[in-house]
């Protein structure tokens, strides 16, 4: 597609590059450059009024058709229910209605968390699912916090007479994931997962803290990986998320794991940084832990950290949601109450 005005041209490429990662692929049709093109149209001489304002429809069509083949590709990629009672060449419309609240719908932490998901697939990792049962070797010792160590205290979590583990981070799962993908690095690959899974803590529970919760780590791991990387990345994702785009600040931390270690803070997208409830007044949120990882677990999973580096981060997927659906207490994802769950 080509434009003579060279504002709409730079709008176009922003915009055609843009729509690649944005999980919502119609939110482009409303992105603010577009808006503010059809918004200077009164401000130009009046004979140049008429080609702007048609080169801004020709772009606003094109737009249009990549949303469209967006949504027919995401269409046909819907992942095949084996368990559907019917058959899947049906038409939509004829087939049996199973979502109505009176069958039940998905829990808001599972759909978030296909929706999470689903946008670093098209960031190029793969999920990997975390273990519900794990051991202290996996729990701790890979993750550069040795017999003894007092960051071990900060992870109080519930353990088997056998001495197996509920892990309390999805960290366990570093260790197995660098072990198991490292032979990219050797074919010139990056190691780039994501694990989602369930962990434990033994919490006094109230309306923030629950026994039970979903986080998400994520790995990636390549020759020449730098700090920048992980802050575009993380950017990146979260930007497609919330579908805006945002500011965010990194500060310094603690993690035995990562080193340096970061606290990882959004622009709030609620209010724009103009203080609400949601980031308490701040207009920041601090979203998430993260880091370089650290080269004792490069080691411990047989990867040589003089010749490669890599970043990690971790983020409670119940804290998404309650920000997103305004949910005021953490306790309702596991109460089992229907009067919750028929909400979404
Ligand atoms: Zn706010």
């Not at 004979?47 to 027919?72: C, H, S």
């Not at 990629?77 to 060449?89: L, Y």
């Not at 198991?180 to 694990?195: D, F, M, P, Q, R």
Request: aromatic share 10%; hydrophobic share 35%.
């Amino acid at each position: 597609m080509t434009y003579s005005n060279k504002k709409i041209a730079d709008v176009a490429a922003e915009l055609e590059k843009r729509i690649k990662t944005l999980d919502d692929k119609s939110s482009i049709l409303r992105a603010t450059e577009l808006r503010a093109l059809y918004a200077e149209i009164p401000t130009l001489p009046e004979e140049k009024r008429a080609d702007f304002g048609k080169e801004i429809n020709v772009l606003k069509d094109y737009l249009q058709k990549l949303v469209d083949q967006a949504q027919d590709e995401q269409e046909a990629a819907e992942p095949i229910d084996v368990t559907a009672p019917f058959d899947r060449n049906i038409p939509k419309a004829e087939r049996p209605r199973l979502l109505s609240s009176k069958f039940g719908s998905k829990h808001p932490l599972m759909s978030e968390l296909e929706r999470v998901l689903a946008i670093f697939y098209r960031m190029g990792f793969t999920a990997v699912e975390s273990r519900q049962l794990d051991d202290d070797y996996h729990m701790f010792e890979t993750l550069n916090f040795p017999e003894g160590h007092p960051a071990r205290d900060d992870y109080d979590t519930f353990m088997t007479s056998e001495g197996l583990v509920a892990p309390a981070h999805t960290s366990t799962m570093q260790n197995r994931v660098l072990s198991t993908y490292k032979a990219n690095l050797e074919k010139g690959e990056a190691i780039s997962v994501v694990i989602p899974g369930r962990v434990f803590r033994n919490e006094d529970l109230d309306a923030r803290h629950e026994h039970t919760f979903y986080q998400l780590e994520g790995v990636y791991v390549d020759e020449g990986v730098t700090v920048g990387n992980l802050i575009a990345t993380l950017k990146t994702f979260l930007e497609t998320y919330f579908s805006q785009q945002l500011e965010v600040k990194t500060q310094p931390y603690y993690f035995p794991f990562t080193e340096p270690s970061f606290e990882f803070a959004i622009s709030c997208p609620f209010c724009k940084k103009q203080g609400c409830s949601v980031c308490s007044q701040s207009g920041w949120i601090e979203l998430l832990g993260c880091g370089l990882i650290h080269p004792n677990v490069l080691k411990m999973a047989g990867i040589d950290p003089e010749k490669y580096t890599g970043f990690a981060w971790g983020m409670g997927i119940d804290r998404m949601v309650m920000m997103k659906q305004n949910i005021e207490d953490v306790r309702h994802f596991e109460s089992g109450k229907l009067e919750f769950l028929r909400q979404f």
